[in-house]
């Protein structure tokens, strides 16, 4: 199969479709369309002319990075498209990150180990990640 990179924030009918199609939730598109208007970089992934995968990079651009909203439609997954978001993902993390900059992200249960693969460390249990839900 072929896949095109393409380097640009998704729309919000394209984030809410990979998103559900992934088997992730949808989100509300209001908020969508606001968050995804402040990503610093993004990645999509195109076949046959439809967005199959996504990724975003969030933050203040310099102490903070946060690496955000990985998703493959669920099809196209475990055909090296997750590695295409982050290999696209951390070029630009590498390009812009100082050495005092921390990059964050939050994986889903079950894929730690993807993450690994470019640097990621889970956290000790004595430090744990948090979140509060609205």
């Not at 369309?33 to 402040?38: H, I, S, T, V, Y």
């Amino acid at each position: 199969m072929s896949y095109t990179i393409v380097k640009r924030t998704p729309t919000v009918k394209d984030y809410n479709d990979v998103r559900l199609r992934a088997g992730l939730t949808a989100k509300d598109e209001l908020a969508a369309q606001k968050g995804l208007a402040n990503t610093l970089f993004a990645a999509c992934i195109v076949h046959d002319g439809g967005v199959v995968g996504i990724g975003r990079v969030i933050g203040d651009g310099g102490l903070v990075y946060d690496i955000v909203d990985v998703a493959v439609v669920a099809e196209h997954q475990g055909r090296g498209v997750g590695n295409m978001i982050m290999e696209t993902l951390m070029s630009y993390i590498d390009a812009n990150a100082r050495t005092s900059s921390i990059v964050c992200l939050m994986a889903n249960k079950g894929i730690a180990s993807f993450y690994e693969k470019y640097g990621f460390k889970v956290r000790e249990p004595d430090m744990p990640g948090m979140i509060l839900r609205k």
